[in-house]
């Protein structure tokens, strides 16, 4: 049978049809490819194209050759021998056998010796072949004769096992021959081994209990000598001759006696210690609201010690719950034999004395009161969260800075995060209003320093738990101090320095924030608040110089860890330092705003007089002077200077050692020197030795600049090419070059058209192949659809038809 003729579509026909001049002439067939620019006298063959013909002609052409061989893809239709040598005519047969057995030994070794280990090489254990042994060819022995092995004879072996007639006939002819008497039956000869077999096993058993009486005789004897050998000594002797035990020996013995570390309790999560939390305070404050109300409160059995983790029971506290270690004493061990079993029966009566309950003792009408007058002065366990900052004061109005401090904490733990939905908006509202109150407590007069001291720990907790809530609050008060020096400074053109609470503020920023960052959303802007203060802040009383002494050293302290360079911060110090100066003609050195180098305000630390030195003593700069400082008489007043003086000196000695890495180290601290040695060398005598060690090490630091000079060597020139000229003809093409650069930019050329084009050819062959490949599958599917359809018919109708038989049978 041939095959169905190839379908043709519409546009085959029309093609077919239509003759070529029709074609060329139908302005939807012709493509015309534009020129960028026409040339006189050349000859385009490729100004007229026509797309549709091409492609046609290209996609038969395909289907063709390239069809054909996807179909007979994998399709074999001849045998091929494809075995080595068959078609080679100078190999002889007995070569290509040999060389056919070689390849195939060599495959087979691949495949199924890989993991082999020295399979020829033969394994032996005292001489014998392993593979010999596992053949479990050993004859196992009776339990009779497990002692005495192989004591078979030859004959009764091979009279039992072998048929007994070839052995028993060559030694019967044996005999004959060596005697001439007469050959003995088969019965005799079987009687025979059985006697000779009974008689070696009855030889056998003598000698085994022979053996057995030399064993015990030999046994006796030996403890007979060794009686004699051992020489007895007295009791008394004994106790004299007995070796003190080492304190190395005594130190394990103690050890054995000492509790053992107990197994603790599984790590809990942070929600279910907060919840244990809230519940202890919960129940203590039950306990006080009854003995508020006159209520006896049950005491519950004492509560189990609770042992962590990294508890190792190591002594370190001791209660009086505490079992006492037993400590072993020489001679303890030997007379007091019982002494663990009284020591159980004394814990035994303790605890049952302790299980027991106790009378209760009933309270007078005096106790009682006394009891709910004591429950009243104590503080409540459990508090709600202000919603409000005046809820906060008057929950804090009228406590100790313990009391204040203790009930923050009480009132962070009952009402934590994990214990209500919306507990973490409450404590962030908590946090913004600690900060306030810690502001309106750095106003006050006095300032309560020490309560803001013990209320900073509760503060630093609730920054851990919401850090980003705490960042918006910080950033809020640095930026609202920021605007207002701004406004400040737009309108007056200077401004004061910061109060008291935006100082301990900046002081609770390092606290609470890392101030190491490169960049961080609050230490940075708290940063430049320090140094715009420092810069545009005007030095006007010695309130001011304190304030301005209490930013450098939070300046020192912000750049600790970093040793980032704070010019504002080293100014700020020689304008200090400028102020103590007395002689001001020739300083040596410049003086930079907010200081000047003479004026009203630029002797505020010259000493009044020279006798203040002598009874001024070292003491810190307190901060409340940064709000109110009371100097009435001139001693106060140089009292105070001489302690600025030494802040100031204490700082430059600090940032000595800051920047003591910084190339431009000399540079910097050249005024500082100049200071020092020159203009303040004999003024302030207490602080001598300090500034004495500063300009020791300002002037150790070796100098690791050198001057810029020019090089006294002429300059060496650039390295110049000839160029290269190059005749260039009227259409682009060059020319001067030889016959061979010629050809190889032709060849070239040519291998990058023909590179394209096999390239783009390829491309159109794995289209059509994928398209060739999608009509198969969508033929497939067409064809199992069809199928599946005429199953689901002749399934219909013969469900039909059961349905009407079944109606019929009805």
């Given amino acids: 049978m041939g095959k169905a003729p190839k379908k043709r579509s519409l546009a085959d026909k029309v093609r077919k049809t239509k003759t ?189 209990e022979e053996a057995q009486e030399l064993t015990e005789k030999l046994d006796q004897d030996w403890k007979n000598i060794q009686s004699l050998m051992v020489k007895k000594t007295p009791k008394a002797d004994k106790q004299e001759e007995k070796p003190k035990l080492e304190e190395y020996d005594m130190m394990v013995r103690e050890l054995g006696f000492e509790m053992k570390a107990q197994p603790s309790e599984k790590m809990k999560t942070p929600e279910e210690l907060a919840k244990e939390e809230r519940e202890k305070l919960q129940k203590l404050e039950a306990d006080r609201l009854r003995r508020m109300m006159g209520e006896e409160v049950v005491e519950g059995a004492q509560s189990q010690i609770h042992f962590s983790a990294d508890d190792l029971n190591d002594g370190f506290v001791l209660d009086k719950h505490d079992k006492k270690t037993l400590a072993y004493q020489e001679g303890s061990g030997e007379d007091d034999g019982h002494s663990d079993l009284e020591s159980e029966q004394e814990s035994e009566n303790e605890e049952e004395e302790e299980a027991s309950p106790k009378p209760k003792k009933t309270l007078s009408k005096e106790e009682v009161k006394a009891q709910q007058e004591a429950a009243k002065a104590e503080l409540p366990y459990t508090f709600a969260a202000p919603e409000s900052y005046n809820d906060l004061k008057d929950m804090l109005r009228g406590h100790t800075s313990d009391n204040q401090r203790l009930i923050v904490a009480r009132t962070q733990k009952s009402n934590h995060p994990s214990l209500a939905v919306g507990n973490k908006l409450k404590l962030q509202k908590l946090f913004g209003f600690l900060l306030e109150y810690i502001g309106e407590l750095a106003t006050r007069s006095p300032p309560e320093l020490s309560t803001i001291d013990k209320l900073i720990p509760e503060v630093y907790a609730l920054c851990q738990m919401f850090p980003d809530a705490a960042c918006k609050a910080m950033q809020s008060i640095l930026g609202d101090a920021a605007h207002s020096m701004e406004e400040t400074l737009e309108v ?139 100097l009435e008489n001139n001693p106060d007043r140089d009292t105070h200077r001489l302690t600025c003086l030494s802040t100031c000196l204490d700082l430059v000695k600090r940032c000595c050692l800051l920047y003591k890495d910084l190339p431009s180290f000399t540079h910097i601290f050249q005024p500082i020197r100049t200071l020092l040695s020159k203009h303040l060398s004999t003024q302030t005598l207490p602080l001598q030795e300090l500034s004495s060690e500063i300009v020791e090490a300002i002037s150790s630091m070796p100098v690791t600049q050198s001057a810029l000079v020019f090089d006294k060597r002429k300059p060496i020139p650039l390295k110049l090419l000839t160029p290269k000229i190059v005749e260039v003809l009227d259409y682009g093409k060059k020319r001067g070059s030889t016959r061979e650069e010629r050809e190889k930019e032709r060849l070239k050329h040519k291998y990058k058209r023909e590179f394209k084009g096999a390239l783009r050819e390829i491309r159109k062959d794995s289209r059509f192949l994928a398209r060739e490949k999608l009509n198969e599958v969508m033929n497939r599917d067409a064809e199992r659809k069809r199928k599946v359809k005429e199953l689901m018919g002749s399934l219909a109708t013969q469900e039909g038809e059961w349905k009407s038989l079944k109606r019929k049978k009805k």
């Avoid at 910061?498 to 190491?516: E, H, N």
């Avoid at 050195?589 to 200081?595: C, D, K, L, R």
């Avoid at 009203?600 to 709000?627: F, G, H, I, M, N």
Wanted: charged share 30%; with cysteine; net charge positive.
């Fill in 20 to 208: 070529t001049s029709e074609i060329k002439n139908n302005p939807f067939e012709v493509k015309i490819n534009r020129k960028k620019f026409d040339v006189l006298g050349r000859k385009s063959k490729h100004d007229v194209g026509l797309p549709g013909v091409s492609r046609s002609k290209a996609v038969n052409k395909r289907k063709e050759t390239l069809l054909k061989e996807y179909k007979q893809k994998n399709r074999c239709s001849k045998f091929i021998d494809r075995r080595f040598g068959e078609y080679d005519t100078k190999m002889a047969p007995e070569d290509k056998i040999l060389q056919r057995f070689t390849m195939e030994r060599q495959r087979v070794h691949e495949k199924k010796d890989v993991y082999n280990l020295n399979e020829e090489e033969e394994l032996t254990h005292y001489g014998q072949s392993l593979a010999e042994m596992e053949k479990f060819n050993d004859v196992v022995n009776s339990d009779d004769e497990s002692e005495e092995k192989g004591l078979l004879s030859a004959e009764l072996t091979a009279s039992h096992f072998g048929g007994g007639g070839g052995l028993l006939r060559k030694k019967a002819l044996g005999e004959e021959e060596e005697g001439g008497q007469r050959a003995k039956s088969r019965q005799e000869l079987i009687e025979e081994l059985i006697q000779k077999s009974k008689q070696e096993k009855r030889e056998r058993q003598v000698q085994r």
């Fill in 492 to 630: 007056k053109g200077h401004a004061a320095f910061p109060t008291l609470d935006m100082l301990i503020y900046l002081k609770v920023t390092a606290l609470l924030f890392p101030t190491s960052d490169f960049r961080h959303p609050v230490t940075t802007p708290a940063l430049l608040f320090i140094s715009q203060a420092l810069t545009k802040c005007p030095v006007r009383s010695l309130q001011d110089l304190t304030s301005g002494l209490v930013l450098c050293s939070l300046g020192v302290e912000y750049v600790s860890f970093s040793k980032r360079f704070l010019p504002e911060l080293i100014n700020f110090l020689v304008g200090t330092l400028h102020l103590a100066v007395q002689d001001k003609a020739s300083l040596g050195y410049i003086v930079v705003p907010p200081f000047r180098a003479s004026g009203k305000y630029s002797d505020l630390l010259v000493l009044s007089s020279s006798e203040s030195c002598r009874s001024w003593s070292k003491k810190s700069l307190p901060l409340s002077a940064t709000q109110q400082l009371d």
